[in-house]
């Protein structure tokens, strides 16, 4: 690749928004910290508290991947549905959601299983609903068949639609909940950029392990300059337990890597990213604050948790999340993206530097956004979101 525009090309066929200033000999300055790990998955997984369940969550999370792969290949106008909020929902989301709720289930039969999902059946169970359901029903089977194990029954539509509302949980401070956003990004689904499949569990209000399959990621660094990469991979998965650490591997599960948030220490070295979708995210804000932080680099701008993924692997340094007024998070949209990054050395807050907390049912009530980055960079970043946000209130 020897010019800007065949690289923004590579990145772009791999649904990475890269900002307008972006060259390939400047690049996007990024540390990479990253401790190879010798030792096969199932020696990682057993030595690690909630073994099991992360064993069960891969595996799930794994499947809806596939499941999903299949359909954004082929993704018919009429697989995409509206939902009362006006948001879009495919086949995929359901189909994804319904598989994850199945398997959980199915794999850890000895304990109470309560699942907070993004997705419910309502409008499947309407007679305009009734082929869409068939096409998730023939999905959720067909990815079940491709595992190669006889092990699974065909499901019914009847049972795809109680796998679905088994989501229908509040979550809250006490027991397991799973957390899932069957499809985080659908918005970059359907466009065929990146999306994730974000699979958290809480325990007792805290999130204590996290998988995120991001079939569109590259396995190489995207904030790192590309024409040295010699692997075109795409599609990887992150997954963390509480004091274990981050681990990544590619989707088809071939290797297997600790990863690290970058070591950067001065801002003008650091990149940041956030939303595609200017709707989701104001870009304004978090061009004041690159600004004031000194950043270089222009935003990376990519849709869903992915952005969480690519940060713990130390791509970026900073992620910028700042909701346009009246938008109440979902703690499906950040569980397992914090986990990964909080084990792999970064912090997520809200801009006030407050952690999350998750213990409150399916919302999380943040202070004007959410900030990630690694310990030595926050102090600045706080800094800089402060004033960001107090000139952004004097100009009201
Ligand atoms: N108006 C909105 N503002 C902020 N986030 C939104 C909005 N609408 C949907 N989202 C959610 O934001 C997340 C994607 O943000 P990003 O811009 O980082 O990709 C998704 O969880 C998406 O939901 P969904 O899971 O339905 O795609
Ligand atoms: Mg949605
Ligand atoms: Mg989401
Ligand atoms: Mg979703």
Redesign the pocket.
């Known amino acids: 690749m020897g010019t800007a525009t065949t690289t923004r090309q590579w990145l772009r066929g791999r649904g990475i928004g890269v900002g307008s200033e972006w060259r390939l000999n400047k690049g996007i300055s990024v540390s990479r910290r990253r401790c190879w790990c010798s030792s096969p998955l199932t020696l990682v997984v057993s030595s690690m508290p909630y073994h099991k369940e992360l064993a069960a969550a891969n595996k799930a999370a794994t499947l809806a991947a596939r499941l999903c792969q299949k359909v954004q290949k082929a993704l018919l106008q009429s697989d995409v549905h509206s939902k009362s909020?006006k948001?879009?929902?495919t086949v995929a989301?359901y189909g994804s959601q319904a598989l994850v709720s199945y398997i959980l289930e199915r794999e850890l039969p000895s304990e109470p299983f309560s699942l907070v999902a993004?997705e419910d059946s309502g409008d499947l169970r309407k007679e305009s609903g009734q082929d869409t359901l068939k096409r998730i029903t023939e999905l959720v089977n067909d990815t079940l068949a491709s595992e190669g194990s006889n092990s699974f029954s065909t499901l019914t539509t009847d049972e795809v639609l109680r796998a679905i509302d088994n989501g229908k949980s509040e979550g809250g401070s006490v027991g397991r909940h799973w957390v899932l956003?069957p499809?985080?990004?659908?918005?970059?689904?359907v466009r065929g950029d990146?999306?994730a499949i974000a699979l958290g569990l809480l325990h007792e209000g805290k999130v204590v392990l996290g998988v995120l399959a991001c079939p569109n990621l590259p396995l190489a660094s995207i904030g790192h300059n590309q024409q040295h990469s010699s692997s075109n991979e795409v599609g990887c998965l992150f997954f963390a337990t509480v004091g274990d650490g981050a681990y990544m591997q590619a989707l088809n599960g071939s290797t297997q890597t600790r990863v690290h948030v970058t070591a950067i220490d001065n801002p003008e070295e650091a990149s940041f990213f956030?939303?595609?979708?200017a709707?989701?995210?104001s870009h304004d804000l978090s061009s004041s604050i690159a600004e004031k932080l000194g950043v270089k680099a222009p935003p990376v701008r990519?849709?869903?948790?992915a952005?969480y993924g690519a940060l713990s692997r130390g791509d970026g340094a900073i992620y910028l999340?700042f909701?346009?007024k009246g938008?109440r998070?979902?703690i499906?949209?950040h569980a397992a993206g914090s986990i990964v990054v909080s084990e792999a050395g970064g912090i997520v807050s809200d801009a006030a530097g407050n952690p999350l907390d998750f213990s409150k049912g399916k919302f999380l009530d943040v202070a004007s956004g959410i900030i990630v980055t690694n310990q030595k960079l926050m102090p600045s970043l706080l800094k800089a979101v402060k004033e960001a946000l107090n000139e952004k209130a004097s100009s009201l």
């Open positions: 909020d948001s879009p929902v989301d993004e956003d499809i985080d990004g659908t918005k970059g689904f990146q999306y956030e939303s595609f979708e709707a989701h995210s990519i849709d869903s948790q952005k999340r909701p346009h938008y998070e979902k499906w949209d």
